[in-house]
């Protein structure tokens, strides 16, 4: 988003390969092997954030189930560096590298090339910007590599196979740099004897850092920038390894104290009910949401995990019912698979948001997710992760050996005719989808000169009879951009200046150049990019006056969330003005989804004659109700 906006990545660090034996853990303290409660934890994450990938309306702070995760592998992570560091007295860097490799790379190396061969079969436009979608994977640099490609409209509203790897990238560079980063503290805690509670505060000042900058830097015009950057989304993962380093030091991060046993209880509730809340109610639209809400939902985490680890209770024994850690063990699969799987499904069995059928396709996403994740983690990330990859190959090996001469072949050809395959889907993937091409052939024509016959001047007697095309002036974005021959074919003679990426506040410099040649009819849509802004829309409106006939044409969009707010908006304004009426595109399209391209938002050939006829339904109600002249359309044949 959705945004987005949002993704996330829930990698699970190893928890038993290469930790040293211990001694019987004290009371109340888990052992070295196992940290109670996380695998829930994560299951509640996962889950939000697949009920937000499923429909944002449904959790719409469900992204923040990003957070969680952060927050579970710095706490997780960290622990694991320093009980290497208790009990061996130092820390085996490329071991623990070697386990992360082992944990991350074998389900991501299935699910890569899996989803893009299934999606050629499927869509062509799933594979724009394929190639580098591929390597930011494999790199782990997902969210380096779409920062740097820029955040322009087509790339917002591109259906991205891979866009939720950008966490993944995140937590693997952690896995990469704060291991060293963790070295280094450990050895100043060492040498200049100092507590632990002041080496998790150092940890906790880089986290305060990144919320810092997270907020400063916010831009509700690119909001990837600081949620996909590593700088400014280190918050979770710095709570997450400063509590772990204050959970290491004698009180064990306070929980050995009077009151926070006295408070305990409190703290509990008050951090399930901060998180709950704030994945019902926040949302990426909202500026508090990464100045407030994603530091908030950090704590909150920080405080259950806390919570969990320190003694059992009812917490713990929720956290470590059996669904909950069944759905925790495997939401790292469920992660990699869930998002290439909606999208998938979203363009082969395409449905209106709302209806029966689309709860159907939701289900039958969730249901192939679970099903390929539970295979992935019993064939594909358990032997890895038990075995190593040379063991693993072994088996892989011994397996084929054993197999029939007829299988082997079979087994080799598939092979190879699956990489010959993946080669050539990566050699030949589109460049732009076909909105985008769409767009663009329809961008000159919609940026023709004005032309200024029949204009009337401002403080002319006001005319509210059914405005002819070559009275109308059309004012908007892309959507505009992509049905110019359809406004055309419904309104010969229509004046229209629209240009992709543009939003309200464009809009009044537009209409402003038009000066005394604007017309008696102005059609604005815009605010597919960023919104409904009400005092730009009003500043608009005041430009054109109260004698011309306008229409606000509302917004419709599969996967953005502020999108019955922005309408809501629009409709609140027009009641405030008499010559002013909204054509209802979001109505007319909802039910048809074949009206629209692949990304859910623009229409498609036949849906730009449905959006001209909604703008020219919405002309005839303002006229009838101005005039009390009923106006008859003419039925028009689809070209």
Same mark, same amino acid.
């Given at each position: 988003?959705?945004?987005?906006?949002?993704?996330?990545?829930?990698?699970?660090?190893?928890?038993?390969?290469?930790?040293?034996?211990?001694?019987?853990?004290?009371?109340?303290?888990?052992?070295?092997?196992?940290?109670?409660?996380?695998?829930?934890?994560?299951?509640?994450?996962?889950?939000?954030?697949?009920?937000?990938?499923?429909?944002?309306?449904?959790?719409?702070?469900?992204?923040?189930?990003?957070?969680?995760?952060?927050?579970?592998?710095?706490?997780?992570?960290?622990?694991?560096?320093?009980?290497?560091?208790?009990?061996?007295?130092?820390?085996?860097?490329? &071991?623990?590298?070697?386990?992360?490799?082992?944990?991350?790379?074998?389900?991501?190396?299935?699910?890569?090339?899996?989803?893009?061969?299934?999606?050629?079969?499927?869509?062509?436009?799933?594979?724009?910007?394929?190639?580098?979608?591929?390597?930011? &994977?494999?790199?782990?640099?997902?969210?380096?590599?779409?920062?740097?490609?820029?955040?322009?409209?087509?790339?917002?509203?591109?259906?991205? %196979?891979?866009?939720?790897?950008?966490? %993944?990238?995140?937590?693997?560079?952690?896995?990469?740099?704060?291991?060293?980063?963790?070295?280094?503290?450990?050895?100043?805690?060492?040498?200049?004897?100092?507590?632990?509670?002041?080496?998790?505060?150092?940890?906790?000042?880089?986290?305060?850092?990144?919320?810092?900058?997270?907020?400063?830097?916010?831009?509700?015009?690119?909001?990837?920038?600081?949620?996909?950057?590593?700088?400014?989304?280190?918050?979770?993962?710095?709570?997450?390894?400063?509590?772990?380093?204050?959970?290491?030091?004698?009180?064990?991060?306070?929980?050995?104290?009077?009151?926070?046993?006295?408070?305990?209880?409190?703290?509990?509730?008050?951090? %399930?009910?901060?998180?709950?809340?704030?994945?019902?109610?926040?949302?990426?639209?909202?500026?508090?949401?990464?100045?407030?809400?994603?530091?908030?939902?950090?704590?909150?985490?920080?405080?259950?995990?806390?919570?969990?680890?320190?003694?059992?209770?009812?917490?713990?024994?929720?956290?470590?019912?059996?669904?909950?850690?069944?759905?925790?063990?495997?939401?790292?699969?469920?992660?990699?698979?869930?998002?290439?799987?909606?999208?998938?499904?979203?363009?082969?069995?395409?449905?209106?948001?709302?209806?029966?059928?689309?709860?159907?396709?939701?289900?039958?996403?969730?249901?192939?997710?679970?099903?390929?994740?539970?295979?992935?983690?019993?064939?594909?990330?358990?032997?890895?992760?038990?075995?190593?990859?040379?063991?693993?190959?072994?088996?892989?090996?011994?397996?084929?050996?054993?197999?029939?001469?007829?299988?082997?072949?079979?087994?080799?050809?598939?092979?190879?005719?699956?990489?010959?395959?993946?080669? &050539?889907?990566?050699?030949?993937?589109?460049?732009?989808?076909?909105?985008?091409?769409?767009?663009?052939?329809?961008?000159?024509?919609?940026?023709?000169?004005?032309?200024?016959?029949?204009?009337?001047?401002?403080?002319?007697?006001?005319?509210?009879?059914?405005?002819?095309?070559?009275?109308?002036?059309?004012?908007?974005?892309?959507?505009?951009?992509?049905?110019?021959?359809?406004?055309?074919?419904?309104?010969?003679?229509? #004046?229209?200046?629209?240009?992709?990426?543009?939003?309200?506040?464009?809009?009044?410099?537009?209409?402003?150049?038009?000066?005394?040649?604007?017309?008696?009819?102005?059609?604005?849509?815009?605010?597919?990019?960023?919104?409904?802004?009400?005092?730009?829309?009003?500043?608009?409106?005041?430009?054109?006056?109260?004698?011309?006939?306008?229409?606000?044409?509302?917004?419709?969009?599969?996967?953005?969330?502020?999108?019955?707010?922005?309408?809501?908006?629009?409709?609140?304004?027009?009641? #405030?003005?008499?010559?002013?009426?909204?054509?209802?595109?979001?109505?007319?399209?909802?039910?048809?989804?074949? #009206?629209?391209?692949?990304?859910?938002?623009?229409?498609?050939?036949?849906?730009?004659?449905?959006?001209?006829?909604?703008?020219?339904? &919405?002309?005839?109600?303002?006229?009838?109700?101005?005039?009390?002249?009923?106006?008859?359309?003419?039925?028009?044949?689809?070209?």
């Amino acid at each position: 988003m959705g945004a987005a906006l949002p993704q996330t990545s829930p990698a699970r660090a190893h928890e038993h390969a290469g930790q040293p034996a211990t001694s019987r853990p004290e009371r109340g303290r888990p052992g070295r092997g196992h940290l109670p409660g996380l695998d829930g934890l994560r299951a509640v994450a996962i889950v939000a954030v697949l009920l937000f990938h499923l429909d944002p309306d449904w959790l719409p702070g469900g992204f923040l189930g990003v957070d969680v995760f952060f927050v579970i592998s710095g706490f997780l992570i960290t622990t694991l560096l320093v009980r290497e560091r208790e009990g061996t007295g130092r820390i085996d860097l490329p &071991a623990f590298w070697t386990r992360r490799a082992r944990r991350l790379l074998p389900a991501l190396l299935v699910v890569v090339p899996a989803c893009i061969l299934i999606a050629r079969t499927v869509e062509a436009d799933l594979l724009v910007g394929i190639r580098r979608q591929a390597l930011g &994977a494999l790199t782990f640099s997902t969210n380096w590599l779409e920062i740097a490609q820029g955040s322009d409209y087509f790339h917002a509203t591109s259906p991205q %196979l891979f866009m939720n790897f950008w966490s %993944l990238a995140v937590e693997e560079q952690f896995y990469l740099f704060w291991p060293l980063v963790t070295v280094a503290l450990l050895a100043v805690h060492r040498r200049l004897g100092l507590r632990w509670g002041v080496i998790a505060g150092v940890v906790l000042g880089f986290g305060v850092i990144s919320a810092t900058l997270m907020a400063v830097r916010y831009d509700p015009a690119d909001v990837t920038r600081v949620y996909y950057g590593t700088d400014t989304h280190l918050v979770g993962l710095m709570l997450g390894a400063a509590l772990a380093l204050a959970w290491a030091g004698p009180s064990r991060a306070g929980t050995t104290t009077p009151r926070w046993h006295a408070w305990r209880r409190g703290i509990v509730l008050g951090s %399930l009910v901060t998180l709950g809340a704030l994945l019902v109610l926040a949302g990426e639209g909202s500026s508090w949401t990464f100045r407030i809400g994603i530091p908030a939902a950090s704590l909150a985490t920080a405080l259950l995990i806390l919570a969990a680890v320190e003694r059992p209770g009812a917490l713990r024994s929720t956290l470590e019912l059996a669904p909950l850690t069944w759905i925790g063990r495997r939401s790292y699969g469920l992660y990699l698979w869930h998002w290439p799987v909606i999208l998938v499904i979203d363009q082969d069995l395409p449905t209106a948001p709302g209806s029966g059928q689309y709860v159907w396709t939701r289900l039958w996403a969730v249901l192939v997710t679970v099903a390929l994740a539970d295979l992935s983690y019993r064939f594909v990330e358990t032997p890895v992760r038990q075995l190593g990859f040379a063991g693993a190959a072994r088996a892989v090996g011994r397996r084929a050996l054993s197999a029939a001469p007829r299988a082997r072949h079979i087994a080799v050809g598939a092979s190879v005719a699956a990489t010959v395959a993946l080669l &050539a889907v990566l050699l030949t993937a589109p460049d732009k989808t076909s909105t985008q091409a769409t767009l663009e052939a329809n961008a000159a024509e919609a940026a023709a000169p004005r032309q200024t016959e029949e204009a009337p001047a401002k403080g002319d007697e006001a005319d509210f009879t059914m405005p002819r095309g070559s009275e109308i002036d059309v004012f908007g974005d892309s959507m505009v951009v992509g049905s110019v021959h359809a406004l055309r074919y419904y309104f010969p003679g229509i #004046q229209i200046d629209a240009k992709s990426n543009r939003r309200w506040s464009d809009g009044t410099e537009r209409v402003a150049a038009a000066g005394d040649s604007l017309r008696r009819a102005v059609v604005l849509a815009y605010g597919t990019n960023a919104g409904t802004d009400e005092e730009a829309v009003e500043a608009l409106l005041e430009e054109i006056g109260p004698e011309r006939m306008v229409v606000l044409v509302n917004l419709h969009a599969e996967r953005l969330s502020r999108v019955e707010g922005d309408n809501e908006t629009l409709h609140a304004i027009a009641e #405030q003005h008499p010559n002013v009426v909204v054509a209802d595109w979001h109505g007319a399209v909802s039910d048809d989804p074949d #009206q629209l391209q692949a990304d859910g938002i623009h229409p498609s050939l036949t849906g730009a004659h449905l959006y001209a006829k909604v703008i020219r339904a &919405a002309f005839a109600e303002l006229s009838e109700s101005r005039t009390g002249t009923p106006v008859e359309l003419e039925e028009l044949p689809v070209p």
